[in-house]
């Protein structure tokens, strides 16, 4: 893991990976949304609104993943102190707080002709909300400790513990259908399981790796950006210095 | 009493919201970074001009 803590051997990596990720991410995707717009037949239950589930699940699984790549890159900055760990948990933090957001307004629009109303306050859309609205403290408390050279390294370590502390949500997100009565329905796909039909199924695994590879992809730019801010940083640092 | 409503105009609705956000995040991220990457350049170019 160490191997890739050399910024610069990174930089290599990340160049011709990010183009990787996001061109087969974005055919992928979009493929997968004209394949459920114009292909798939509409649901007994809901009719045409089905279609919103291959941009709903998918935004929904990112703002997740997205808030566990932070915790995960948390705890290895906290405890294994690796360089580019809290660069890649800060450079997750605006796509996973997009992601989420577009989940929340596209699960608005569907609960409407399904469930007769823009929105509840149940487990699962509250405890989402909270998401989105821990990923806007993480960006400003990563940006704060940014702009607040004199802070240091004890300003990045809070951003990582309150990163590691928000992933408490991802568990709560995950069983409020279980634990509470929800308008929500259950969990659809679980490991190995899935009681959704082969005519949606596919279609939402392709628009989820479609998405995820985007994800990936976002998140190598933004430690591209990260990474370079910081170059210029220290250099103009240097130069005042000198 | 029931409320008719055209489902289509929902799709239509979240799917925009969908593929324009994904659209615009994208070509942020790939500005910004392209805009921070040029500034790098530049101060190092400064940099070794000044000396």
Redesign the interface.
Known sequence: MHGFANPARFLRMARWLMPLM?IPG?VL??GA?AWG?FMVPPDRLM???V??LF??VP?AWLGMAGWSTIAIASLTELVWRHPLAGIAARAAA??GA?FT??CL??GS??A??TW?TWWVWDGRLTSFLILLFLYFGYIALAGAAQRDAAAGEGASRVTAIFGLVGAVNIPIINRSVVWWNSLHQPPSITAGKSSIDAAFLYPLLIAALG?TL?FG??VL??M???L??I??EA??RR?AMA | MH?R?D??Q??M???A???I??LV??GW??W??KR??A??DA??NS?QR?T
């Open positions: 996001l974005l995707a979009f949304l717009l009719g045409q609104t279609r919103i941009i709903h935004s605006v796509p997009a957001a577009i307004a596209t629009i569907w409407r002709p007769g998405f985007i992809g976002l730019a933004r591209r950006m990260l370079a801010d170059q210029t250099r103009l130069k | 409320e409503l489902q289509w929902f799709v609705a979240a799917l919201i969908g593929v956000g994904t995040l994208v991220t790939l910004a970074m921070a990457e500034r790098r101060s190092r940099g000044g």
